[in-house]
């Protein structure tokens, strides 16, 4: 592993390639990669504080995710436990120190809390040694809880978390929590501007954007896995497109009620109407300052278009409204983006939109059986959908999409 200075000098760049992530997501799950990979540990989880409670909010497992084919993601369930000493991470949020404990089983009785083993009788896993760390911002305010389980000798044999390593796991864990924070107000900032599509239209709920934005995630992985790309030009891409991904129909604010809000079918002219919700939320992003500007702009503007070329709308310039020079119809429309045409982020989020828009129930239509919304998809495969997007949904992201389901419900009617 190293001497103590060849850590701090791993953890300082761990703590600043943290810092870089913007969406709260995918930043808890860096941060508990790396946190296991600074211990080497086989598995962990991460909490994260909201008011009396800690929410279980990413999970890693080497044991079992060896267990999965390749490309299939270990699924798990989120769930709240009460911030109190009688839990192991309750214990460390009110303490506020780090908890290293070297085998569950046997847990000195002057402690309040024990090891709820409901998880190992599940799946046939054994936690033995445990390291629960303190997430602290900058006030010294504990804003979640990171959990380390069994750390690994060289052999691959479960050992006890050293204690050599406090002061540097105690740095990163902070440097972890002020992340968090900034990471949070971002998604905050972005679910507010989906707040305002909100007022206008209600089908864009928060849970919807989540949904799309988690299944476009999943749906990226599996292809740039399937493509061998670079992890660190994985985790930059996750990045953007989770953020952009969110604020898909962020242009129907500029929409008018009477279409927006019509029950009925629309009229040929409203529809052309409905359309330019691509052009004006691309428009707010024309100014391009950071990659997720760039990113956004092309989720909005092209997640309508089609493989087969019969999309909207089209080789159009967001700021002038005209087709671009070369791309004219004879009646004077741009002519739609097909195939590769279409920037990859686009034809992502177009099956996790419509993924999500078929799979739940809205004002007007109730929630297709998943297996009618997975024929559907299927068949679209070369005409609505990229062809291989939709051969990656199927043999890998499944599970993950049902799993995502479970974690953004939409609140009941």
């Excluded at 190992?120 to 389980?149: F, W």
């Excluded at 540097?168 to 599509?197: C, D, P």
């Excluded at 989020?349 to 059986?369: E, F, G, N, P, T």
Aim: hydrophobic letters at 40%; one cysteine or more; a negative charge.
């Amino acid at each position: 592993m190293g001497g103590p200075d060849s850590k701090l000098i791993k953890a300082l760049h761990l703590g600043l390639e943290i810092s870089q992530i913007k969406d709260i997501d995918l930043l808890l799950e860096k941060i508990l990669t790396e946190a296991r990979s600074f211990t080497n540990c086989d598995a962990g989880s991460i909490y994260v504080k909201e008011g009396d409670l800690l929410r279980f909010s990413h999970a890693q497992n080497d044991t079992m995710q060896r267990r999965l084919p390749v490309g299939r993601k270990l699924p798990y369930a989120t769930f709240t436990v009460p911030i109190s000493t009688s839990s192991i991470a309750g214990y460390v949020s009110l303490n506020g120190s780090i908890l290293n404990i070297p085998d569950v089983s046997c847990i000195d009785p002057v402690y309040p809390f024990s090891f709820n083993s409901q998880y190992d009788e599940m799946t046939g896993y054994h936690t033995r040694s445990m390291l629960t760390v303190p997430l602290k911002n900058h006030r010294d305010d504990v804003i979640g809880v990171l959990q380390l389980i069994n750390a690994m000798d060289r052999d691959g044999s479960v050992i006890p978390f050293s204690g050599n390593n406090d002061d540097i796991i105690t740095y990163f864990a902070n440097s972890a929590a002020n992340a968090v924070e900034r990471a949070k107000m971002t998604r905050e900032i972005i679910l507010r501007m989906n707040r305002m599509a909100e007022m206008r239209d209600p089908k864009e709920t928060g849970p919807h954007v989540n949904r799309v934005a988690s299944y476009a995630v999943a749906l990226y992985e599996a292809w740039a896995a399937r493509k061998r790309l670079q992890q660190q030009e994985i985790d930059k891409n996750r990045d953007v497109l989770r953020m952009a991904a969110m604020l898909h129909d962020v242009g129907k604010v500029a929409i008018s009620d009477t279409i927006l809000k019509k029950p009925g079918r629309f009229t040929p002219e409203e529809f052309d109407a409905m359309k330019l919700h691509t052009v004006y939320g691309a428009d707010l992003f024309s100014d391009i300052y950071s990659d997720f500007d760039e990113s956004a702009a092309v989720v909005i503007m092209n997640h309508h278009e089609r493989w087969d070329g019969n999309g909207y709308p089209g080789h159009i310039d967001p700021r002038t409204r005209q087709p671009l020079p070369g791309f004219e119809t004879g009646q004077g429309g741009a002519r739609g983006k097909r195939g590769a045409e279409i920037p990859l982020f686009g034809r992502i989020v177009a099956i996790a939109d419509v993924y999500d828009a078929l799979s739940c129930s809205r004002c007007y239509k109730d929630a297709w059986d998943h297996e009618k919304v997975l024929d559907t998809i299927r068949e679209e495969a070369g005409k609505q959908f990229d062809p291989e997007l939709v051969e990656v949904l199927f043999e890998c992201c499944l599970d993950s999409f049902q799993q995502i389901a479970k974690l953004y419900l939409d609140p009941a009617i």
